[in-house]
């Protein structure tokens, strides 16, 4: 038997998994139009190839990525573009995001596409394809997948398939390694051949037994070092943190690379998702969606991307009093801003929810400093404190006590007795801490302008004092000798104050934001354009000439 | 939106609370068949000031009344106040107390959550100091005293301060153990004369030897509720007992064994009720360990050395002050920061 090692805290919410696991994957039918944001992945959005009134063909690129973190976005079917614009689309900022709309005519047409053989091909050449076949993580990162399949300096030792998919309703994960598992090894051989690993690790909770049977004979077919490995089911077990911990006793600390420890994971959809592309050279067209809760036929779904959200529900028969779609989960998942967004490639489940099913929390009361909240914390913070930091706005104190840590996996929050919206309070820290950095950035820059205007003027004055001086000097001395360099001084006052500006710059920024992984980084990006669009949007005509 | 998960455990601060209340039920029926009803008198006066004094601050405040007057927290104040004030104290004492712990103590301090010192704590430092005489006539057990009040006379005392003709207040009451040890000690008297006087039972004082096992008792249930952890109980007791025991070891004549000081005053009610109040103590495992020792050493020390009858009320005072540096102090390392063990 191998050795689990254990994360501290977790908790163990019902998991309400069995309503959707009755029935097999269903294909969704064409919905009457597809919304696809070009910007489903982190990193840059990526650029529109199509425009409005363009026919487009089944697999069609029509997003092209760009620099950079970014993938590639396709026609789900083949249709007609009816429009490239704002629409509102599944993210938890509900704002508007760049999206193209396709009709689709029902043929079904595909654009031609061939696999490749990735044994033979350059690891570079294997990626690109990754890249433009739009192949992001599944697990609900969606970072994209080929930026993770470099085989850096560092010595992979194990790849980890995350099958532990521990929220409570979801249960595509499981289903898909029911019903494709051996294509999900196949994937598999393909990302441990591209990293060279060692072998490959798969982690799957213990509530789901046809799943570990599937994968576990899939894995034995296998020529490459596989192990299924069961874990306890507990609560969040399938963070990528947590179950490499669990799989193999390393922790990878915030800011440090899996790889730099010799791990690398990734989510068993994009294992599957790999391996299409690359052997069929399908492009990310669909994936596979949960939809549950307050619905009489709760069922996972082949869902196209951009099938918008209330077509699929209407296939799962929500009942009436049906007030709110959650996207993911009920411990980290998104409300959506409307049923009228549609299914992008994080969209692991939909949720119907009523106050019925998930009761209003009662009002708040104060911290009463219980720590169940940091009994329960998979990232051994203190959430308590971060709570305190968090509401009197005390951000650096926050920093300190390891804000950035949170991986906002709610835990705290389902235990605290006081039903304080904990991680509502570390999300607006975060976003306070980021947006104050921007901020500083621009200040220090503003004081660098300023200290020089500074210190010129005041080597104008000295200078001319200077001046004057030696006039009187040379008026009463005349064989006075020019021993000091005024100019001199005067450069390297302006030198001093520079770099005295600099480093203020320096330690004035955050601490905890620079020592982050480039995967977070993209994300802080990512935020930062969304704040910007958003700040935008509120005020339309700032920047734009007055006609 | 104000909501970062759907679901919650149905868990509240009430029901916690509420459990702090049964746990101490053990001790206080022990406490009525050693020492007679009057204690529930206490305890009713106590609860019913306390819930008064909150709804006045909460009014005061601009707080909602009902989701703080159900939150019980006021009602754990009140009785642990209670449990530690001589049962036959005039009302007004209870009265004073209680309302000076909930509106001072708590509600200036800003109210749930924000106390840094035990309110109940603060009641009974009030009080001692300001009214030392009223604090010292505790109740002789059952079958100690040369008279036993009935519990008309015991109400009677109470609200109106007056014993039935012929029977003096020193015929029903006494100093407690810990009180007596010292002034016997004072007195030059052999420790083991001492012991051997009527008030001391096998353990500590006759009777309330048996309530602090009541304590320990609802310390248990507290443990296995997940209420409290072991860490305080632990070590509060630990240090008190090896404490007691180092002197106990260099001088037998003068001081008395560490099972004594166990099970003698407010030692186990503080173990596992006073100095687990969440509120005023320290968050991390390493910094209850260090807060309850630091109690338990100062327990000692003020009852063997100190002024007062017991030490329990004025260490966890002390020690509350200290809890934010410990807190500081004692940050356990987050994920991936540390060594455990895992290569
Ligand atoms: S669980 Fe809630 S009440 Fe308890 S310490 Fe954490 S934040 Fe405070
Ligand atoms: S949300 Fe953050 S603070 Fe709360 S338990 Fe999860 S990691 Fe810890």
Not at chain 1, 11 to 40: D, E, M
Not at chain 1, 492 to 499: G, N
Request: with cysteine.
């Amino acid at each position: 038997m191998r050795t689990l090692y254990q994360f501290h805290g977790g908790v163990h919410p019902p998991t309400n998994k069995t309503q959707s696991t009755r029935t097999p994957i269903a294909p969704a039918p064409l919905p009457g139009k597809l919304v696809i944001p070009f910007h489903q992945h982190v990193g840059n959005m990526a650029r529109p190839l199509v425009k409005a009134g363009d026919r487009v063909l089944k697999g069609q690129l029509i997003g092209m990525p760009e620099d950079g973190v970014s993938s590639a976005v396709h026609a789900s079917t083949s249709g007609t573009i009816s429009s490239i614009g704002m629409e509102v689309v599944a993210h938890a900022s509900g704002l508007p995001d760049l999206c193209a709309i396709l009709i689709p005519d029902g043929k079904e047409e595909w654009v031609t596409h061939t696999g490749m053989d990735y044994r033979a091909a350059a690891s570079a050449d294997v990626r690109l394809a990754l890249r433009l076949a739009g192949v992001v993580g599944l697990g609900g990162a969606v970072f994209p997948s080929d930026q993770k399949l470099r085989s850096g300096k560092h010595k992979i030792k194990s790849l980890v398939l995350n099958g532990a998919e521990c929220e409570p309703y979801i249960t595509c994960d499981d289903m898909l390694m029911r019903e494709r598992a051996t294509e999900i090894i196949r994937g598999a051989e393909i990302m441990r051949f591209m990293l060279d690993a060692e072998e490959v690790l798969i982690g799957i909770e213990d509530n789901k037994p046809e799943a570990i049977a599937a994968m576990r004979q899939a894995a034995a077919a296998s020529d490459d070092k596989m192990e299924v490995i069961v874990v306890p089911t507990i609560y969040p077990s399938g963070g990528a943190k947590q179950l490499m911990r669990i799989l193999t006793g390393i922790e990878v600390a915030t800011g440090v690379r899996s790889t730099e420890k010799g791990l690398q994971c990734f989510n068993v959809a994009t294992a599957l998702g790999i391996y299409r592309a690359l052997r069929f050279g399908e492009p990310m067209l669909s994936r596979i969606v949960t939809v549950t809760g307050n619905v009489r036929n709760a069922q996972n779904f082949e869902v196209l991307i951009g099938t918008p959200v209330n077509e699929l529900v209407a296939l799962a028969d929500p009942l009436p009093d049906t007030n709110l779609y959650i996207m993911g989960g009920p411990m980290m998942g998104v409300p959506l801003p409307s049923a009228q967004v549609s299914v992008v490639k994080a969209t692991n489940c939909i949720i119907a929810a009523s106050d019925k099913l998930f009761p209003p929390p009662p009002p708040a009361l104060p911290c009463i400093r219980c720590t169940r909240c940091a009994d329960v914390c998979p990232a051994d913070l203190q959430p308590q404190e971060l709570f305190w930091f968090a509401q009197s706005k005390n951000f650096g104190k926050a920093q300190e006590y390891s804000l950035f840590d949170c991986i906002e996996c709610g835990a705290c929050n389902y235990v605290c007795p006081s039903h304080i919206p904990l991680v509502q309070y570390y999300r607006f820290a975060k976003s306070e801490i980021r947006a104050l950095e921007h901020e500083q950035t621009a200040a220090d820059l503003a004081r660098e302008r300023y200290e020089f205007r500074q210190s010129r003027i005041e080597r104008d004055k000295q200078e001319r004092a200077e001046k004057l001086a030696q006039k009187e000097m040379a008026a009463r001395q005349p064989a006075a000798t020019p021993e000091a360099a005024p100019d001199n001084s005067a450069q390297s006052h302006i030198q001093a104050a520079a770099e005295r500006a600099r480093e203020q710059a320096a330690t004035a920024r955050p601490k905890n934001i620079d020592a982050l992984t480039p995967q977070q980084q993209a994300e802080i990006a990512e935020i930062e354009a969304r704040r910007a669009k958003a700040r935008e949007m509120a005020h339309p005509d700032a920047g734009r000439p007055k006609e | 939106m104000l909501i970062s998960t759907f679901i919650s455990k149905p868990d509240t601060v009430s029901a916690i609370m509420l459990r702090v209340l049964l746990a101490l039920l053990p001790g206080i029926a022990l406490y009525v068949w050693y020492y007679g009803p009057a204690i529930l008198v206490s305890i009713t006066l106590a609860s019913i000031t306390a819930l008064a004094t909150e709804a006045a601050m909460l009014r005061l405040r601009n707080r909602p009344l009902k989701p703080f007057l159900g939150d019980n927290s006021a009602l754990v104040t009140a009785w642990l106040l209670a449990l530690s004030i001589p049962p036959l104290a005039p009302w007004w004492l209870v009265v004073v107390g209680t309302a000076f712990a909930i509106s001072v103590a708590k509600h200036l301090y800003g109210g749930l959550g924000n106390n840094p010192f035990n309110p109940s704590m603060i009641g009974y430092a009030v009080l001692i100091i300001s009214f030392p005489s009223h604090m010292t006539h505790w109740l002789s057990p059952h079958g100690l005293g040369q008279t036993e009040l009935g519990f008309a006379d015991q109400l009677a005392f109470i609200f109106g301060g007056h014993l039935p003709s012929g029977i003096k207040l020193d015929a029903v009451t006494l100093a407690t153990p810990l009180d007596t040890l010292k002034t016997q000690l004072q007195l030059d008297r052999p420790l083991k004369e001492i012991l051997g006087m009527p008030i001391y039972g096998a353990l500590a004082g006759k009777g309330s030897e048996v309530v602090a096992l009541g304590y320990i008792l609802g310390g248990v249930y507290l443990l296995f509720k997940r209420i409290i952890t072991w860490h305080v109980p632990a070590a509060f007791l630990g240090t008190l007992f090896v404490t007691a025991g180092i002197f106990h070891l260099v001088d037998q004549a003068h001081y008395v064994a560490p099972l004594f000081h166990l099970t003698a005053g407010a030692a186990m009610l503080g173990a596992f009720f006073i100095l687990t109040d969440p509120i005023s103590g320290p968050t991390t495992p390493m910094g209850k360990l260090i807060f309850a020792a630091g109690a338990g050493f100062l327990t000692y020390v003020i009852r063997v050395f100190g002024g007062f009858p017991d030490g329990v009320a004025f260490a966890t005072l002390l020690m509350n002050i200290c809890v934010p540096l410990i807190d500081a102090h004692t940050q356990p390392p987050v994920f991936g920061k540390k060594d455990r063990g895992a290569k």
